[in-house]
């Protein structure tokens, strides 16, 4: 078994910006950094948090967390973290916060001094939310519940404070790294987890890609499949919510996971997170349960499996089984619902500009200009790793840097015209929004 954390492929460091390069932190968004400490145990590299309140919550019942992975691309790749619409959607829908750290990780330093919460990210993580939410008005953002989202070390760091902290984990998704439950002679200096009875009422999901030693057994990425099975077998033998999503087109990179991870997530964050704030979290259903091979590509209802279940890996309900079957089959995990239209259209300037939410089952793609009435202009979404997406996203699966505007100049409009423009969100799956409300000016 081989624990395996990888930074940023050097060919996509030149889309990373400095640590000091990052979108403004208006409300709804708050920031907080920490300097490196010297104190044995202790953080020994800087941090900054960023979190997104939605607008008009009154209290918060939960944060999101969205944890890159190891070495500097990855890390300041979590600067954006906490701007992606299609996050923030999910976040919106059960009153969460969506945070995001950036560690301030050198290329060469050891990962494990911060992708180990015990090496100071957990106490680290949690003063940030005393901080934030004192800077937020929201002091409950200290005590809410957590459902964390991490790719490869940060997915050892999201395995790590579920077993550090089961109480307050909600559900967690490990993308390409788990935690290590015994010893490995080959990594010594990765210390083990113990596995508390309370993790195993934690919905954990591992996703690794097919090309990290299930299909391609050798190369950088082999041991991470190794890792998940041996993480997954220590957790299910003992009847712990542990499935596992196969990524059947990536290696390394998050490719279209978020369509799974986000609909996974919400189910379980609709079932766990308790209605009164300050309340336990609730436990996960059983009798509603379906089971599939790691491995495999078919699910079963739990009550009609014939065999021993702690062999199979655990989801939820028969709505996250057929998702999972589409997505391990080929990541082509179905929507039938359009994008919410965009809103307070208006005209300034020349310059067209909206705002939109995104689809919570399939994103933001890109936005159709109609201009009296007629298709003008398709502004698209790119992402080399994945379905294309407006926000454009970077290997740790945040939106790239600077920030894409919703704005729209028409160039052809000739001087003193007159036109009435609308705005069509399209979702990742092609389906389109209703238009906005017209905006009409001269030129």
């Given amino acids: 078994m081989t624990a395996v954390f990888f930074a940023l492929p050097a060919e996509l460091l030149a889309q990373q910006p400095p640590y000091d390069v990052f979108p403004d932190a208006a409300p709804p968004y708050y920031r907080v950094r920490y300097e490196a400490s010297t104190q044995p145990g202790e953080l020994i590299f800087p941090v900054n948090y960023t979190v997104w309140i939605p607008q008009k919550v009154k209290t918060l019942r939960g944060v999101i967390v969205h944890q890159h992975g190891c070495g500097e691309g990855s890390c300041k790749s979590g600067l954006t973290g906490a701007y992606d619409l299609h996050w923030q959607a999910l976040a919106k829908k059960h009153d969460c916060a969506l945070l995001a750290p950036s560690y301030e990780q050198p290329q060469q330093a050891d990962c494990q001094m911060w992708c180990d919460p015990r090496n100071g990210s957990s106490a680290a993580f949690q003063k940030c939310l005393v901080d934030l939410g004192a800077k937020s008005g929201h002091s409950e953002l200290a005590t809410v519940p957590w459902a964390l989202w991490g790719h490869s070390g940060g997915g050892h760091w999201a395995g790590g404070m579920v077993l550090l902290h089961p109480e307050r984990v909600a559900a967690a998704w490990l993308r390409s790294g788990v935690p290590l439950l015994t010893e490995n002679p080959d990594r010594p200096t990765i210390k083990v987890h113990s596995l508390p009875d309370a993790a195993l009422k934690v919905p954990v999901m591992c996703n690794p890609g097919t090309k990290e030693g299930v299909t391609v057994k ?95 890996g655990w989801l939820p309900n028969e709505a996250v089984a057929q998702l999972w079957e589409q997505y391990v089959k080929d990541t082509a995990v179905a929507d039938t619902t359009p994008p919410p239209a965009p809103a307070s259209a208006k005209l300034d300037g020349g310059v067209l500009s909206w705002e939109a ?87």
């Fill in 357 to 443: 939410e995104a689809d919570l089952e399939s994103g933001l793609a890109s936005f159709i200009i109609e201009r009296d009435g007629e298709v003008l202009a398709e502004i698209p979404g790119k992402n080399p790793f994945g379905r294309p997406i407006f926000q454009n996203l970077q290997y740790s699966d945040t939106p790239a840097q600077p920030l894409v505007p919703m704005q729209f100049v028409d160039e052809t409009s000739e001087p003193g015209s007159k036109h009435s423009y609308r705005i069509i969100a399209v979702n990742t799956v092609g389906l389109k929004s209703k238009p906005s409300e017209p905006v009409s000016s001269a030129r």
């Fill in 218 to 312: 050798d190369g950088r990425f082999a041991g991470v499949w190794p890792a998940n099975e041996a993480f997954f077998n220590g957790v299910r033998s003992k009847g712990g919510l542990i499935g596992v999503a196969v990524d059947p087109l990536t290696a390394h990179e998050c490719g279209n996971q978020r369509y799974l991870a986000i609909r996974w997530l919400d189910t379980c964050l609709s079932t766990r997170l308790p209605e009164t704030a300050g309340k336990p979290l609730r436990e996960m259903p059983s009798d509603s349960a379906w089971l599939a091979p790691i491995a495999g590509f078919d699910a079963v209802p739990a009550a009609k499996f014939d065999g021993d279940p702690l062999t199979q």
